[in-house]
Nanobody, 126 residues
């Protein structure tokens, strides 16, 4: 069993920054790969970034590179997401996901991830 809890969402103006955090807990949480997805109203769930549980390996969606940075905190079994220069189109519910598998060719597929948090709302005003 793995439980995921996201935090850090909120309402910000365009150009501001937010830092999200997702903490994993449970018997196997220390060996779970962690990822961020987001879903805007009326749109499909979109891959943001993923980190391996032990390797220095991070993947990003091409559209997120440059502004978003994901990092793994192994002491807390957590994944953080630093979001800079936020734009209105970044408005979405941001979800944390976990999986014991690490298959780079499939990481961007939401179906690859078996555990999900409840999400945290990020709203960016213009």
């Amino acid at each position: 069993q793995v439980q995921l809890v996201e935090s850090g969402g909120g309402l910000v103006q365009a150009g501001e920054s937010l830092r999200l955090s997702c903490a994993a807990s449970g018997r196997t949480s220390s060996r779970m790969n962690l990822a961020w997805f987001r879903q805007a109203p009326g749109k499909e769930r979109e891959f943001v970034a993923a980190t391996h549980w032990s390797r220095d390996s991070t993947y990003y969606a091409d559209s997120m590179k440059g502004r978003f940075t994901a990092s793994r905190d192994n002491t807390r079994n957590a994944i953080d997401l630093q979001m800079n220069s936020l734009k209105p189109e970044d408005t979405a519910v941001y979800f944390c996901a976990a999986s014991p598998l690490w298959r780079p060719s499939s990481l961007r597929d939401a179906r690859e991830w078996g555990y999900w948090g409840q999400g945290t709302q990020v709203t960016v005003s213009s």
